[in-house]
């Protein structure tokens, strides 16, 4: 799962992890119950087509077929086989996936899905990607960063803005942008964002003295900001369907087979966004690809009770795990009713997450309902109220009920 924020509070004393991350990467594999598991960097969410064909192919050739989006727009591949590291690095350097071996965990770049596609933004984003993962690569002294450190790149709108990125950029009227440190209220006005990103990395990079991964844990880093950031967005996460310019997608839990990304790369007009919120946005694609790719089992409406429902590997993949917690929230969301108001100015449902285990990984931040496996059935608690015992179809229904206790 993406990694869950690091409960360190705002402006206190600089931790000493006392070790380095253990983020997997594309050569750093992890070892997963299910197989070795490798997580590959895509700046910006973006991908061209034979990109995505070519991972694809990698996930049937080398592991369990299927491929996983994560919360900041990259890929991982699960049930590799332990001894094909090589072979793995040799199909993505092919594909231009993997342009350093040596900054390769550090290139954690998000970018606002839309940008440029409907006129909302202030800016379109995708060349200060290309161009802050060429000088991030380039940079000796950036190979120190953290594997969980995070840029965002916003276009104006707010969207990803909100997930408190290490280090965060708001484009501006003017061609400039605000820059803001971790969970900041206030940015800085700059000329040349992409400079001034990398500046700002070096500096957190500086004072964490190799003892912290985020700017979040480093306090007083900068003096305040000058400028108030502007209002971030309602809801992040574009809607799914039809959208001016291409068209939205949602995968479930993340997952999709290789058959089903195989299917997005095929609608795409040659690129392939991926959003954070494990999503994606094909810019270009025609409204007939919608009935195909809603057969093949990707989500193309909002609206329905799988809006804001997230959940952590579960069985078989962790071992750590008291159920397989993916199938059996797959079951309560496909029997829930839907949430027409999501989108229609209303409450909304609370976001939900299904956890096989007291670590509760990749949990959301806020206001959420937590259904946590015991062994015996699930505990469903709405955060800050009293945990109700459920199992089977009690479950679902008191998940659906406690989602709506806005």
């Known amino acids: 799962m993406p990694p869950t924020p690091d409960a360190i509070a705002a402006g206190s004393a600089v931790p000493d992890r006392g070790r380095a991350d253990a983020c997997p990467g594309a050569l750093r594999l992890h070892a997963a119950d299910d197989g070795a598991l490798a997580r590959v960097r895509l700046p910006g969410g973006l991908l061209t087509a034979g990109q995505a064909l070519a991972l694809a192919d ?47 965990r550090v290139r954690n770049i998000v970018a606002s899905p839309l940008a440029g596609l409907d006129g909302i933004g202030r800016a379109d984003i995708r060349a200060w990607v290309r161009e802050l993962d060429v000088r991030l690569c380039a940079s000796t002294w950036a190979a120190g960063l953290s594997g969980k450190f995070l840029f965002a790149l916003d276009d104006g709108r707010g969207d990803v803005a909100s997930l408190n990125a290490d280090v965060t950029l708001i484009a501006g009227p003017d061609g400039g942008a605000l820059l803001r440190y971790g969970r900041a209220e206030l940015g800085t006005p700059v000329a040349d964002p992409v400079a001034a990103a990398l500046e700002a990395a070096r500096t957190v990079l500086d004072a964490a003295a190799g003892r912290a991964w985020h700017a979040r844990e480093i306090p007083d880093l900068l003096p305040p900001g000058t400028r108030p950031l502007p209002p971030p967005a309602a809801d992040p996460n ?7 310019g291409g068209l939205s997608l949602g995968v479930r839990f993340g997952r999709a087979s290789a058959v089903q990304w195989r299917l997005l790369a095929e609608a795409s007009a040659g690129e392939v966004r991926l959003t954070p919120w494990r999503g994606a946005v094909l810019p270009g694609a025609q409204a007939r690809w919608l009935e195909p790719l809603a057969a093949a089992g990707l989500r193309t409406a909002s609206g329905t009770a799988w809006e804001r429902a997230t959940a952590c590997t579960g069985l078989p993949g962790c071992g750590k795990s008291l159920a397989d917690v993916r199938a059996d929230a797959a079951r309560a969301l496909d029997g829930a ?16 997450h299904w956890s096989g285990c007291e670590r509760r990984c990749g949990r959301p931040s806020g206001r959420w309902v937590d259904v946590l496996a015991t062994g015996q059935g699930y505990r469903v608690t709405v955060t800050g109220g009293l945990p109700l015992d459920v199992t089977g179809r009690a479950a679902a229904e008191a998940v659906a009920q406690a989602r709506r206790a806005n």
């Open 58 to 104: 990698a996930a049937e050739a080398l592991g369990d077929g299927a491929l996983e989006t994560t919360s900041r727009g990259n890929v991982q591949l699960r049930g590799l086989r332990s001894d094909c590291g090589a072979e793995l690095a040799a199909r993505l350097r092919a594909a231009g996936l993997l342009p350093s071996d040596t900054h390769e």
């Open 238 to 244: 574009p809607p799914l369907g039809v959208l001016p």
């Open 337 to 352: 009713p839907d949430a027409p108001q999501v989108r229609a100015g209303g409450p909304g449902l609370l976001p939900v």
